[in-house]
Structure formats: C-alpha cells, structure tokens
C-alpha cells in the first residue's frame, strides 16, 4: 500500500510557486512529487512542513530539482536533509525551530 501524500500547488505572497506537501514521501509515490515539480517552471518554494517520512526516493527527486528549489522544513527532517547534503545545495528554513 502506497502511503499517503498530498501535494498542494499554490503561490505565496511573493507571487513565487509555492508547494505544499504532507504526508510520507517514499518510493511508491516520489514520482508524484516529481511530476508536480516538473509542472512549476522557475524558483519554487517547498513547504516539507507536514512531511512525516521522506526516504532516497523522495530525496532524489528533491536534490534533481534543488537548483531552483526553496525548502521550507521541520527539524524532525534537519538529520536527512543535513546528511544527504541537500541543506548544503538548497536553501532550507526552519531545522532549527
């Protein structure tokens, strides 16, 4: 059974694409977040807030997109987000909440 996971395009007030993820991302459903990802064109804000789970799958789609990427997180991601070494590459806000 594939876990669950929402993904919410929207804008913040900036005008900057802005989305919206809950939900466990692994590798049953990563190809979701990479198709809503291809779908924004330009910087996008990500906001991993309600993220419970993210795993490689999830991570490697993250990192193929990181170049345009804002990652908005909580510290209960800051352990893989630091390793992998996508804080080093992406801007992330909030591991330290």
Do not use: C, K, W
């Not at 989305?19 to 459903?29: F, K, P, R, Y």
């Not at 800051?78 to 996508?86: D, F, N, R």
Request: aromatic share 2%; glycine share 10%.
């Amino acid at each position: 059974m594939t876990p669950s996971l929402t993904l919410t395009l929207g804008r913040r007030p900036d005008g900057r694409p802005l989305l919206a993820v809950a939900g466990e991302i692994d590798q049953g459903n990563a190809g979701s977040l990479a198709e809503a990802l291809d779908r924004t064109s330009g910087p996008v804000v990500v906001d991993l807030t309600a993220v419970e789970y993210l795993d490689s799958a999830g991570l490697s789609v993250l990192f193929t997109h990181s170049d345009r990427l804002e990652l908005i997180a909580t510290p209960l991601l800051a352990p893989v987000l630091t390793i992998s070494g996508l804080a080093d590459i992406a801007p992330v806000h909030g591991l330290d909440a």
